[in-house]
């Protein structure tokens, strides 16, 4: 089998006397959606940013189909193909949603003409809303721009942190559908509350509990592994 396109290997961060992450092994291989889930405060957030570059692991290694990233800041990452989604407050209010994919396409280097702008939205579910300011989209309208932006650069892993939180019953399939269509053109890591939806959508899960991967593999048999259901789906939430 080739080797996995993401290799994190006893990442490690501690905030004061806290371990949050300790000791994190997960391999995302190219073009698969891969969930990583666990409960509140297992540290998922947290190994995000150290997998993005924004926080440095205090011990650990991280390699990017086989080159040794640990030490490389968030820019440089994300030049190699690895990058995250961020919430649009963190840009510019003032932007309509073509600025706003614009922007991001000319950040990385990408085609900015109009058509290539109506296209990078249309993949994210967002055409015919160009003019929009950002506060006239819905909630999951602006979800979909955050993915859309981040795929901007056409990453070979994005990294997405909870992209259907606080969608509705109407959000949610559209969400899950638009991260499915991924499949196969880059990799996804999908940090998500929604079970059901994870155990959908993804090729693969991860199980964090405590800063530790507990359990890793397809979603049938995470979702009967002992260790899993002891930590963490006991309560029948899968
Ligand atoms: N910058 C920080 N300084 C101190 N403690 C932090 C910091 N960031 C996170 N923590 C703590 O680390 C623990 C794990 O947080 P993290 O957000 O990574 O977990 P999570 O699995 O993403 O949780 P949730 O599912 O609730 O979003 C929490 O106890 C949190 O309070």
């Not at 998922?44 to 011990?59: C, N, R, W």
């Not at 990452?77 to 932007?95: D, E, H, K, W, Y």
């Not at 085609?111 to 909630?139: D, I, K, M």
């Not at 070979?156 to 109407?170: C, F, I, K, N």
């Amino acid at each position: 089998m080739t080797a996995p396109l993401l290799q994190a290997r006893g990442l490690r961060k501690r905030f004061g006397g806290l371990r949050v992450t300790d000791g994190v092994d997960l391999d995302v291989r190219a073009g698969e959606i891969h969930a990583l889930i666990g409960p509140n405060g297992a540290g998922k957030t947290t190994l995000v940013a150290q997998l993005s570059g924004e926080l440095p692991s205090d011990q650990g290694a991280l390699f990017l189909d086989g080159r040794d990233i640990t030490r490389l800041p968030m820019h440089a990452r994300a030049r190699l193909g690895l990058v995250r989604s961020f919430q649009i407050t963190r840009l510019f209010r003032s932007l309509s949603v073509a600025e706003h994919m614009a922007f991001a396409l000319r950040a990385a280097r990408q085609e900015t003409s109009a058509s290539a702008v109506r296209h990078s939205l249309e993949r994210v579910g967002l055409a015919g809303r160009e003019a929009h300011g950002t506060e006239q989209l819905s909630h999951g309208e602006q979800r979909a721009l955050e993915v859309g932006l981040a795929l901007a650069s056409a990453p070979r892993l994005v990294l997405l942190d909870e992209p259907m939180a606080g969608l509705g019953a109407q959000e949610t399939p559209a969400m899950t559908e638009r991260i499915g269509q991924l499949r196969g053109e880059c990799a996804v890591l999908l940090i998500e509350h929604d079970v059901d939806a994870v155990f959908r959508l993804a090729d693969r899960v991860s199980v964090l509990v405590n800063g530790a991967v507990i359990a890793s593999g397809p979603p049938d048999a995470v979702r009967r592994d002992p260790g899993v259901l002891a930590a963490y789906l006991g309560e029948g939430a899968a």
